[in-house]
């Protein structure tokens, strides 16, 4: 468990501020993806997640996934950082919630794909390094249960094609509390397993 007070603690230097989402957003922040509850944007060399006006749990979505990204980095191991997108705060201007987070960006400094948008994906190095993803999740019970083709991206760098995960909204048995897999360890474990399984069967085969 973190310390009370921990869990909204930026990581690192505050880097804008919700004077800067209230007088500047709008005119530069460039839309890169609409989700279900989420609007994503590039603002200033970082990502930023916008809940949609009026969602209902609008404010505890971006901070209860900056709560998941703490969990993980606070056990993250040096060599898998490359592979979960940080986070490092939430601002609130206008009425809204705004995740700031590290911008995933490919050598040619344009956005990396999602692996639905990639396509085919036969690289043997990236389903590896993913699957130590999943079992570092699986070993400290940190366990994300929606690991699917539009939450983790494939990042080109040097060569290389790396999965970046980048959605933790869904951990354990937060959004699910009433399915009775989600009670067990490795009822947790197994559910994202199966995700990751279906998935790179999927694209190994297209
Ligand atoms: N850090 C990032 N860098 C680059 N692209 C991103 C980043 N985060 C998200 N995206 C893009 O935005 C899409 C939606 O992001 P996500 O965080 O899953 O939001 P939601 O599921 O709430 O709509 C992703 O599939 C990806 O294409
Ligand atoms: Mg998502």
């Known amino acids: 468990m973190l310390p009370a007070g921990a869990a909204y603690k930026p990581s690192g230097k505050v880097m804008i501020t919700s004077a800067d989402i209230e007088n500047h957003f709008a005119a530069d922040a460039e839309l890169l993806s609409t989700g279900y509850r989420r609007e994503v944007f590039l603002f200033r060399n970082l990502v930023v997640k916008r809940i949609f006006r009026g969602y209902k749990r609008a404010k505890d979505l971006n901070y209860h996934e900056w709560r998941n990204y703490k969990k993980i980095s606070a056990k993250l191991p040096e ?113 994202m397993y199966r995700k990751y399984g279906r998935m790179k069967k999927e694209f190994m085969a297209v």
């Open 79 to 191: 060599e898998l950082k490359i592979n979960f997108q940080t986070v490092y705060q939430v601002l609130e201007a206008g009425g809204q919630t705004y995740l700031i987070t590290e911008a995933i960006l490919d050598d040619n400094g344009k956005p990396s794909r999602s692996i639905e948008d990639f396509g085919p994906l036969r690289d043997r190095e990236f389903w590896e390094r993913l699957e130590g993803v999943v079992s570092f999740l699986a070993e400290a019970d940190l366990c994300l249960t929606d690991i699917h083709r539009k939450n983790v991206l494939v990042r080109k760098k040097e060569r290389r094609l790396i999965p970046v995960i980048v959605d933790y909204k869904t951990m354990g048995r937060d959004f699910a509390p009433w399915q009775i897999e989600l009670f067990f360890r490795v009822g947790r474990a197994g559910k």
